[in-house]
C-alpha cells in the first residue's frame, strides 16, 4: 500500500472521528465558550487594599537604606579626603547664577530667614475667625 492509498483510507476515517467528538460530545461549545472568556478578557479590576501605616518608627527598610547611605558617605569621605568640608557652612545669601533671575521677589532675602510671624494674628482678629472653620 502506498501513501496516497493508505491516505484516502485513513482521511475519511479521521474525518468521522473529529466530528464525532466535536459535535456529538458537546467539545465544541465548550471550545466557544472557553475562546469567548478569553476575547473578554476580565474586565473587572482586582480590588487591592491600601494599608497606610501611621508610625513615626522607620521601617528596616528605611534603616538599612539610611545606613547603607551613611557607610557610603563615609567611604567617599575617606577616600576623597573631604571629610566635613562643609560643616558649618551656610547658604549663600543672594546666588544669581544658573536660572536663579537676578530681579526675583526674594533675591535680597537671605534663605535663613524665618519670615514673619503669623500666629499672633489669630489672637487679633478674635473668636471670628473659629468659627469659619
Known sequence: ????EFK????????ECIKEV???DGTLSSIITEV???LQGNTQQPIVEKKIINSTQPTAAIIAARNSLEETK????????LRGIFEGTTPMRSANTGNKSKHGPLR?????????DISGIM???????????
Open 8 to 15: 484516502k483510507i485513513l482521511k475519511p476515517l479521521i474525518k
Open 22 to 24: 466535536v459535535f456529538e
Open 1 to 4: 500500500m502506498n501513501k496516497d
Open 74 to 81: 563615609k567611604e567617599l569621605q575617606n577616600s576623597t579626603g
Open 36 to 38: 469567548v472568556q478569553g
Open 123 to 133: 489672637k487679633i482678629a478674635g473668636g471670628g475667625w473659629n468659627q469659619i472653620k
Open 108 to 116: 535680597d532675602v537671605d534663605p535663613s530667614d524665618p519670615g514673619v
